[in-house]
């Protein structure tokens, strides 16, 4: 996908769309700010036969869950029956959160990798809004976001279907905290972060497959990088990603969600298993790198300083106050 014009039109409709959404104080005009986002973002999408596929998919689903939308809307306005049960429903069908989620894996190959970013963090944000005013989730949708992001990538090769896998997860999270905004906003902030560090890199480098990263000669400092980047998605103290999963867990406590507390951290053990697994194929014997020279892109130096010392830095603002 060339950056022209048309794409730059695109992405800047997209992000009034979602800007639209955020900052409307009625139903009618979050929708509206939805569908614009959505119209800007197929565009983007379709290119070539798979990709025309991959944004025929993506419409049909937006447009179901538009439809449901709007009648939950219709609904409160008339009857006020279960409203809230058939909004959550198609928001979070517009999400991809499991047990919705299979769309998602359906359209992704087809995706560049700033597409696939864009449509796991900042294309989340606007329906995440309208649920933080719902004040409505199911501890049974958060348990089953966690299995099936955790279990689920066991036998994954993709590493795309990795990253929307990943995504599942740590949506469980956000959603346990959905009414507690400075949270869960905090929260999506430094997982969006971070996987815009993965996905620069894997961009960089080419990457789709685990199986590349066997029969590779990238540099020792890359690999680095990719390791600590993963153990920060995966909230390895004293990373980035270790601090949001701290306060939810602290917050959790709180609640007496103990239950809760205990699927988030089992899981948690096996999502660190194949984010190690994918390092593991890195740092194996097959690759071939030069031992005495290093080579220091500014890409590898700003994602290690932001994954290693961001964490102590946040920690330490709270004693200014």
Aim: with cysteine; hydrophobic share 55%; aromatic share 14%.
């Amino acid at each position: 996908m060339k950056f022209n014009l048309t794409n730059i039109l695109m992405y800047y409709i997209l992000m009034m769309g979602v800007l639209l959404s955020i900052s409307s104080n009625n139903w009618m005009m979050m929708w509206s700010g939805l569908e614009i986002s959505l119209m800007s973002f197929i565009p983007l999408m379709s290119g070539g036969m798979i990709g025309s596929e991959s944004s025929m998919k993506y419409f049909i689903i937006q447009s179901i869950s538009s439809t449901l939308l709007i009648l939950s809307i219709l609904m409160m306005i008339t009857t006020k029956f279960e409203y809230k049960f058939i909004m959550m429903i198609s928001l979070m069908l517009k999400m991809g959160v499991a047990p919705f989620h299979n769309w998602v894996l359906s359209i992704i190959n087809s995706l560049e990798y700033k597409l696939l970013f864009m449509l796991l963090s900042i294309m989340k944000i606007a329906p995440l809004v309208m649920m933080s005013y719902l004040n409505y989730c199911n501890d049974f949708i958060i348990m089953l976001s966690l299995i099936i992001g955790s279990i689920f990538s066991l036998n994954q090769n993709s590493i795309r279907k990795l990253l929307v896998y990943s995504s599942i997860y740590n949506m469980a999270y956000i959603l346990s905290t959905i009414n507690i905004n400075y949270i869960w906003t905090m929260y999506i902030t430094v997982y969006s972060t971070i996987l815009l560090l993965l996905v620069l890199m894997m961009n960089k480098m080419k990457i789709n497959y685990f199986n590349q990263f066997m029969m590779n000669d990238f540099s020792f400092l890359f690999k680095m990088n990719l390791w600590i980047s993963l153990l920060s998605l995966g909230g390895m103290p004293p990373l980035l990603g270790f601090l949001p999963k701290l306060i939810i867990m602290e917050m959790m406590i709180l609640k007496k969600s103990f239950i809760l507390i205990l699927m988030m951290i089992l899981s948690s053990l096996i999502v660190m298993f194949f984010y190690m697994r994918m390092v593991f194929l890195a740092f194996m014997n097959y690759s071939i790198m030069n031992k005495k020279s290093l080579n220091f892109s500014k890409l590898s130096i700003w994602s290690l300083m932001i994954n290693t010392n961001m964490f102590p830095f946040l920690i330490s603002l709270k004693y200014l106050y």
